[in-house]
């Protein structure tokens, strides 16, 4: 079983209300037994609510996996980038570094790295990733790209240029549209 | 005796709150649930669906319900968490008697034996309406019913009353003054097919997360988003248009935008002379309130009300919705009416995507105001006071319409009768007093007085601590029953699994006192469904009229709006279409309103308004949610919010120790610095007991219509705490 081609995740942080479903829910799927292997973060919660969920970006050529001196991190034919083969991980933490996208994390208790796999035992079945059924606000959402463009002002986009380098990925991420630049602090909008 | 045991951390041992983070089981139980049982979440009024996972019977976790429409699967963290309250280490298992210095295990017959003679002894000493209930606006419809019959049939007490009391009560009665019938006026549905969207006063992604969704969905389509709010919460950020208003400045400002919408022509003349009265004292009511005098007012620039004025007036279609924010007021009815003008006055309801509602915070906020739990209600919505109604009632109770007792006390008021000496007894089940009532020191010294106490609970809430007795009740999943969610629709709520231990449905509990004191045949139930058909059939020709809902049609239909009079009637997603509203001459009713300033406003001694509400991983009084160790892990402790101004006034940074006062209590808390604040207010969330509860320092001043309390103001002084302060 493989996951679909045509189902995909789209990313939109402009829409997080930083509620934390889907971190909880993550921890929720059978196989992670408690464990989440996403999180949220908050950009500068002294200047704005605004939240980011971090879910694994599932690149192209991921540096996770070059970087591993185990081999433990493989990539499926369909492109899911999977956590680290725990008989492998020696946890030394290089792809927690090398990722462009703050993503693994290092569970110490385990002496493991751990990831989002997107849900690869629910997607590869034809379902829904976790995080992506639970999110109360389409910030993280799952399903065919007309779909999205039907429905949506925000375009997707998955190249990311980063520095010099130029990562592509499979989950896409919806960039505003129109948007110039946004105040955030509430004296601006009050009468002085 | 009623004064709780003094060794806390005794009781906390014993009765939590303790941090559950592992399923029943353990995480390593393998292999298929037994059972994937479809039924609702029990935390806020929209009442998403959900399956409970059950494996040798208990709630062992979750899986997304996508085929339920109104969430479609989605859920927020509460609802992901909330099976962790299954097998929870502080669940009441077995009917506790208290001892002088804590509480000890006793058989049912025993507890149930004391709680007769408690009522028994309280009546006969100072009369039927000594002994008071407490009741909530999380139980069942069923429950909400039968706890308004237990008190006026078989306690035959006027007192019984609700912890909606500080929740929906202002919202509720401005639903009626407006609009002759308490129902939000849409389905969630219309909201994407809203082309201006007013959230007032509603911290949408914390305390109805799934919603946002809907709110994206009417962006999506070009919909303009406008937030009324003193901080910049999660939805605000994207709002086409943020009025940061002044705690207690609400009617004010939307006297300001009505004011603009009149001066521009943008009334629906039609719509107005049709299908409403009173317009023309609204229109002399808002004539002071120009911009420049609105803007002095409610702190939010000139140009923002006319701008909202201009978004909401000109688009085709609109809705507003409302929550605690402009609700917790001494003018919360006040606020809510000024709205509804706003809403009335351009003609944006009883179409697709144009309406008006409030976002009901518990989980059956709008079914436990229906069914007759309130002080001035009987079921079907009635009014106590009308003579005729109570005919209905009684005549179906079987009782004498001179016996049913008359209008009882408000929750809100009940404390000062127990001070009085009037009301001596008490009854509680689903309500956290000590907790969820503003000045919680007076909430403590009225339970002290009480001669008698019972609480009915599933986890030994801080109020419960002061019971005399207490019998272990049942969490939403371990009975079965119907809730109405925030939108009006009325959904089935499914036993997932048995109470545990000794512990009992929350009904049977009810019936078994019941029948202590009134004939067998006035509480012959033998299951949630049976109730359910006596309200039912009860509600018929009510306002709330439930006649033609069913279990099955709820099933089949994945739930059904009430009002809905017949069998074959498919229930009504949407009211008032075609301008025809609920008074007697179909019309609705304007009210004109003056803004007046809160009960406690700033002064030099207090200079700085306080403002409370929730966060998304806690709910209500946290008696629940205190006890699941991810929502705590979330958000720890209560935070005091308050911008960079501010916080350079008073020296502090985030982190720091602030020491927070009013005239009721202090309160030392961590805070937050953010500029996501008005700088004249701070805020903090009203989750937590004890030390950390704001509500020491909140007021109890009332809303004279609704009895509201006034959560949402009051002044209070910051100075920054010594290091190493409590």
């Not at chain 2, 806390?8 to 009765?15: D, F, G, K, P, Q």
């Not at chain 2, 019938?181 to 007013?198: F, G, K, S, T, V």
């Not at chain 2, 207090?606 to 008696?623: D, E, F």
């Not at chain 2, 030390?691 to 006034?710: H, W, Y």
Request: charged residues 25%; proline residues 7%.
């Amino acid at each position: 079983m493989s996951v679909p081609a045509d189902m995909e995740l789209f990313l939109d942080p402009s829409r997080c209300i930083g509620c934390q479903a889907c971190y909880h829910a993550c921890a929720e799927c059978e196989t992670h037994r408690g464990r989440s292997m996403i999180h949220l973060e908050y950009v500068d919660r002294s200047e704005s609510p605004q939240t980011v969920p971090v879910v694994c970006m599932h690149c192209e050529e991921p540096a996770c996996a070059a970087v591993c001196p185990a081999d433990a991190i493989k990539k499926t034919p369909d492109g899911v980038v999977q956590s680290a083969l725990e008989a492998r991980c020696i946890g030394c933490s290089n792809c927690v570094l090398a990722c462009p996208f703050g993503v693994p994390r290092y569970v110490p208790e385990l002496d493991q790295m751990m990831k989002c796999d997107m849900c690869y035992d629910r997607t590869s079945a034809g379902r829904k990733p976790m995080c992506a059924t639970v999110c109360p606000s389409g910030a993280i959402a799952w399903g065919r790209r007309d779909e999205i463009l039907e429905r949506r002002r925000e375009r997707p986009a998955r190249v990311f240029e980063i520095g010099e380098q130029v990562v592509r990925t499979k989950v896409q991420m919806m960039s505003p549209a129109g948007s110039d630049s946004l105040e955030l602090d509430v004296a601006a909008f009050m009468a002085r | 005796m009623a004064r709780a045991p003094e060794d806390v951390a005794a009781l906390v041992r014993s009765y939590g709150p303790t941090l559950h983070h592992t399923p029943p089981g353990g995480w390593d139980a393998a292999g298929e649930p037994d059972a994937l049982v479809k039924t609702h979440c029990c935390f806020c009024g929209v009442q998403c669906g959900i399956q409970l996972k059950v494996r040798n019977g208990a709630v062992v976790g979750f899986e997304p319900w996508e085929e339920f429409p109104v969430n479609r699967g989605m859920l927020c963290p509460k609802g992901v968490k909330r099976y962790l309250q299954g097998g929870h280490p502080d669940r009441l298992l077995s009917p506790l008697v208290r001892t002088p210095t804590g509480f000890r295990e006793a058989s049912w017959a025993e507890a149930l034996d004391r709680v007769e003679q408690g009522i028994r002894n309280t009546q006969q000493a100072h009369g039927h309406d000594a002994m008071a209930v407490l009741s909530g606006a999380s139980l069942t419809n069923e429950k909400a019913y039968l706890m308004g019959k237990f008190a006026r049939v078989a306690l035959r007490t006027r007192n019984i009353d609700y912890n909606g009391r500080l929740c929906m009560v202002a919202a509720g009665a401005a639903n009626k003054l407006a609009f002759g019938i308490d129902r939000a006026a849409n389905p969630w549905a219309d909201i994407p097919l809203a082309r201006c969207l007013i959230v007032a006063g509603a911290n949408v992604g914390e305390c109805f997360p799934i919603l946002t969704d809907y709110l994206w969905r009417a962006r999506d389509a070009g919909a303009k988003l406008i937030v009324i709010d003193p901080r910049i919460t999660p939805i605000a950020r994207n709002a086409d248009l943020f009025l940061p208003v002044k705690p207690g400045r609400d009617s004010a400002l939307m006297n300001g935008i009505l004011h603009v919408c009149v001066q521009r022509g943008m009334v629906d003349r039609d719509f107005v002379a049709r299908h409403t009265e009173g317009f023309d004292a609204v229109r002399r009511a808002v004539r002071d309130y120009t911009p420049e005098r609105t803007a002095e007012i409610a702190g939010v620039p000139a140009a923002s009300i006319v701008k909202a004025a201009e978004l909401w007036g000109q688009a085709p279609t609109g809705m507003l919705l409302h929550a605690r924010g402009i609700e917790h007021h001494t003018k919360g009815t006040e606020n809510c009416l000024s709205c509804i003008n706003l809403v009335l006055a351009t003609g944006k309801i009883g179409r697709p995507g144009c309406g008006y509602g409030t976002l009901t915070g518990q989980g059956n906020g709008q079914g436990g105001r229906e069914h007759g739990q309130r002080c001035n209600q009987l079921p079907g919505g009635r009014d106590i006071e009308n003579p005729e109604h109570r005919r209905v009632v009684a005549e179906r109770w079987g009782v004498a319409e001179r016996e049913l007792p008359g209008l009882g006390l408000a929750s809100t008021e009940m404390r000062e009768a127990i001070h009085r000496g009037e009301i001596r007894g008490l009854l509680a089940l689903c309500f956290n007093p000590v907790v969820s009532l503003p000045d919680a020191d007076y909430t403590r010294s009225a339970l002290e007085k009480l001669d008698f106490f019972v609480a009915i609970d599933f986890f030994l809430s801080e109020t419960a601590r002061h019971a005399d007795v207490v019998l272990p009740g049942s969490l939403q999943e371990e009975d079965g029953g119907t809730v109405t969610t925030a939108e009006g629709r009325v959904v089935r709520i499914r036993e997932a699994v048995a109470p545990p231990g000794r512990a009992r449905r929350d009904w049977e509990i009810v019936c078994d006192l019941a029948r202590r004191f009134a004939p067998q045949e006035k509480f012959p139930y033998a299951s949630s469904e049976e109730i359910f058909r006596e309200l039912r059939e009860l509600s018929r020709g009510g306002s709330c009229d439930y006649y033609g809902i069913t279990y099955e049609k709820i099933e089949e239909n994945h739930g059904v709006f009430w009002p809905c009079p017949s069998l074959e009637h498919p229930g009504t997603p949407r009211l008032f279409e075609g301008g025809r509203f609920h008074h007697p001459d179909g019309r609705a009713r304007f009210h004109a309103v003056a803004y007046r300033p809160p009960a406690e406003d700033v002064d030099a001694d207090y200079p700085v308004i306080l403002t409370t509400g929730r966060v998304v991983s806690q709910y209500l009084s946290g008696s629940q949610t205190r006890r699941i160790g991810p929502l705590v892990e979330q958000y720890p402790e209560p935070l005091a919010e308050l911008h960079p101004e501010l916080a350079e006034r008073c020296g502090l940074a985030t982190g720091d120790r602030v020491r927070i006062a009013s005239r009721r209590g202090e309160i030392t808390l961590a805070c937050n610095v953010v500029r996501t604040i008005r700088p004249d207010t701070v805020f903090v969330p009203y989750h937590w007991a004890g030390d950390q509860s704001i509500n020491r320092l909140t007021l109890r001043a009332l809303d004279p219509v609704s009895k509201i309390p006034e959560f949402k103001v009051c002044a209070v002084r910051l100075e920054r705490a010594a290091e190493g302060a409590p």
